[in-house]
């Protein structure tokens, strides 16, 4: 009985110690990862899924409503493939509505839709290309994300400084003469108005005077005559006055006249305007007839801008428009104006328009003559998606830009521009905001993408089977 009972402890014994060894196994198994899974703990944790396999992913640490723990993802793990699916890994994601937008990582849109996994094979074609790192440090290859900003149409153009039509006077006598006196004598003399111009003997001026001075003087006589020789005299006394001043005898000349001043032999013709001599005919001692042009004045206080704009521009040529001008002659310097005219004809030959912008010139530092560059400024479009200039690949028949989807990737795409301000281009289509664009060397990167369409087009063609003597005597159509 005893002997049965000790075999009986033994067996249980025995069960007790395997159960406990087993058992401990299995929690030094549980505690120590497998080696296979040792290189995991290094690899860099891209995003947490959400444990039960909802499409829901976080880009930190988070539980879901049960308190369950988000799955890491490892960098590696994620091709967003299946079993038997040779899709590769996954890219980027794209926008799920079509717009120009993607991220690196999982996200939502607006609307809380999920971005749709791009993969390997799916960036693979004509508009893709692939370059090694260190092919892109070669090429120096940078990038910067479309941003908004606000862009205002601004047109540059040409042009040549002109005198002010408006101040420019001419000075024409309406007698005959010849001159005897000449103070101003040169061309570019600054004249003040009033100033004395000339002095010329005017038989006629001076005839006019004794005319008046002999009436005043018969006037005087006949005081007790008869009321027609009275008016005889009186009518003869203003039409000598009136010649005078129809002469533009000087006021004050005319007025030393009826005062008893005697006639004078020479008449003294001032400036009507002050400002510079442009031209000078008068030579002293030479004769004139009416109406002949001796000096051209002009006041260049101010003075025009005459510009030619392209027809394409003259919707922000607009009068009062700001203008900003600069000048060879004055490096470094700005002047400011404003469109004063829009000349209603287009040169047809040149397609171009004159616009006239009006300057102020003090100092007279404005030469007309001088070439001139001008920006004239136009309305602000608000605040608009731009990219740089050099971003702007332009074959004459379209515009693209390379987008740079990471690990040497790129895409090139095909946008629809705005206008120009500033270094920068308003795109109006074909990219996202925050998209990156290649700036630099983007031509080289293109011409690598068209050497790789190429030498994909001529592999197709070698891989397709040559023709059979039957079949090319069939494609030139002759019959047997």
Avoid at 65 to 91: C, H, L, Q, T, W
Avoid at 205 to 211: D, F, N, P
Avoid at 261 to 290: D, H, N
Wanted: charged share 25%; glycine share 10%.
């Amino acid at each position: 009985m005893n002997k049965s009972i000790q075999i009986t402890a033994a067996a249980v014994a025995a069960t007790l110690l395997a159960g406990g060894g087993f058992w401990l196994g299995q929690k030094q198994a549980i505690a120590q990862p497998p080696a296979a899974n040792a290189p995991t703990a290094q690899k860099k944790i891209l995003y947490y899924r959400n444990p039960m396999g909802l499409p829901d992913t976080s880009p930190s640490p988070k539980k879901d409503a049960m308190g369950m723990d988000y799955v890491p993802v490892f960098a590696g793990e994620d091709n967003g493939s299946v079993a038997g699916d040779d899709k590769g890994r996954i890219v980027f994601y794209r926008n799920p509505m079509g717009l120009p937008d993607t991220s690196p990582v999982p996200k939502k849109d607006a609307m809380g839709m999920d971005y749709i996994a791009v993969h390997e094979s799916e960036v693979s074609g004509p508009n893709f290309v692939r370059i090694s790192p260190e092919k892109i440090q070669r090429l120096g290859v940078k990038t910067t994300a479309a941003s908004r900003q606000e862009l205002s149409r601004s047109v540059r153009a040409v042009g040549k400084l002109e005198v002010d039509e408006r101040a420019i006077v001419t000075v024409s006598p309406r007698f005959e003469g010849w001159i005897e006196k000449l103070p101003v004598s040169a061309v570019g003399d600054r004249v003040g108005r009033g100033q004395v111009l000339f002095e010329a003997y005017s038989p006629d001026i001076y005839a006019a005077q004794q005319e008046y001075q002999l009436a005043v003087q018969g006037a005087a006589t006949l005081a007790s005559a008869s009321s027609d020789a009275r008016q005889g005299v009186s009518r003869l006394t203003e039409s000598s006055l009136l010649r005078l001043k129809q002469w533009e005898v000087p006021a004050d000349e005319i007025a030393r006249l009826q005062k008893g001043g005697e006639p004078r032999r020479t008449v003294t013709y001032r400036a009507p305007t002050s400002g510079i001599v442009l031209e000078k005919m008068a030579v002293q001692g030479s004769r004139f007839m009416p109406g002949e042009a001796l000096f051209k004045i002009a006041d260049l206080s101010r003075v025009w801008l005459q510009l030619d704009v392209a027809e394409q521009d003259l919707a922000n040529a607009k009068e009062g428009n700001a203008v900003k001008v600069t000048l060879d002659a004055y490096p470094g310097e700005t002047f400011s104006g404003k469109v004063d005219f829009v000349y209603p004809t287009l040169n047809t030959e040149t397609r171009t328009a004159k616009v006239r912008v009006a300057l102020a010139n003090p100092g007279n530092r404005l030469k007309p003559g001088l070439y001139a560059q001008a920006e004239l400024s136009g309305q602000s479009t608000g605040k608009v998606l731009t990219v740089p200039d050099s971003a702007i690949i332009d074959s004459g028949k379209r515009q693209i830009v390379l987008i740079a989807l990471g690990e040497g990737r790129f895409e090139t795409r095909e946008v629809k521009l705005g206008l120009r301000d500033k270094g920068f281009v308003a795109v109006q289509s074909g990219l996202g905001e925050g998209e990156q664009v290649v700036v630099s060397a983007n031509f080289l990167i293109d011409a690598e993408s068209n050497l790789k369409a190429a030498i994909s087009g001529m592999s197709s063609a070698a891989d397709k089977p040559a023709p059979t003597a039957s079949a090319a005597h069939e494609s030139t159509g002759h019959g047997g």
